[in-house]
């Protein structure tokens, strides 16, 4: 075992019985469960900067006092992050619509600006989060513009498909009214929603304030809600304008799988802005 994880162990008081067992899920991090005499926790080894964001990203959704279950963070040191393990269970509607309920929830905890005090990543990409008052100039300068300019200097977009992203960027606020930046996890796709014997829980966030949207969208991207999950999270009728939001948001982690894995994606983000072109007038 790795020097300065066995110090970090001793120091929170954790006594492995058992090597690293790895565990699926880990593209960007090394992640492993570990049995110890005080129980099983999890263990994660990656860049330390992205680790403290994780941890920091954890506790603060804890911190947000929502019914949703976050595991404790037990200790981090130098590229290794300990946490709690949970115990987990296959979903059914009831823990669909408790996702939904504790979702809203966690939307609901209201910021001054979009974005947040620190940097992080979605995945292996960078993002700043340098606040702006605006959310729609934030969606833009932060997050779609920045985008397609990468994955165009890496040849991953063409000039034309490029200019089709910067004028659907240009023109938000003409469409997307401006919003009040609530907390979101920022990384939701479906590996990161825990079923547990306690309720849902939330893993690797990449939080900051934004619309809520982004963590809607990801989770109809990358995995299946269902109604239940929809009827508790908005409490009745979805907004009309829905489907506009989640092909924009939809837009960015579009974008961040194309740059980090390549031009298998190239189409999914062309028949994103063409689904955002057929509601202009």
């Known amino acids: 075992m790795d020097t300065i994880l066995r110090d970090l162990l001793d120091t929170l008081g954790l006594i492995p019985t058992d090597k690293l067992q790895p565990l699926s899920g880990g593209d960007i991090a090394a992640v492993y469960a570990l049995t110890t005499r005080q129980g099983q926790v999890v263990i994660k080894h990656d860049d330390s900067a992205r680790l403290l964001g994780e941890a ?18 037990l200790g981090e040191s130098m590229g290794w992050l300990v946490i709690e393990s949970l115990d987990t269970k296959p979903a059914n509607a009831r823990s669909s619509a408790a996702l939904g309920e504790g979702l809203r929830e966690l939307h609901g905890v209201i910021g001054d600006a979009h974005g947040w005090h620190q940097n992080n990543a979605c995945g292996r990409t960078p993002q700043s989060n340098s606040p702006l008052t605006d959310g729609r ?20 977009l063409d000039a034309a498909l490029r200019s089709r992203i910067e004028r659907q960027a240009g023109q938000l606020e003409t469409w997307l009214p401006d919003s009040p930046a609530t907390l979101i996890h920022g990384d939701l796709w479906s590996g990161n929603v825990l079923t547990t014997t ?7 966030p990449a939080v900051y304030r934004h619309y809520p949207d982004v963590d809607l969208a990801m989770l109809t991207l990358f995995g299946a809600t269902g109604a239940p999950f929809f009827d508790a999270y908005w409490d009745g009728d979805k907004p009309a304008d829905w489907p506009r939001r989640e092909a924009l948001f939809q837009l960015y982690p579009l974008l961040n ?7 298998g994606y190239r189409s999914a983000v062309e028949r994103c802005v063409a689904t955002l072109e057929n509601f202009e007038d």
Request: proline share 6%; aromatic share 6%.
């Open 257 to 263: 799988h194309l740059l980090l894995f390549g031009s």
């Open 198 to 204: 306690r309720g849902p829980a939330l893993i690797d």
């Open 137 to 156: 100039a934030f969606q833009r300068e932060r997050r779609l513009l920045p985008l397609s300019q990468a994955c165009y200097q890496q040849g991953l």
């Open 56 to 73: 920091e990203g954890l506790r603060t959704l804890k911190g947000a006092g929502t019914s949703l279950v976050i595991p404790e963070v």
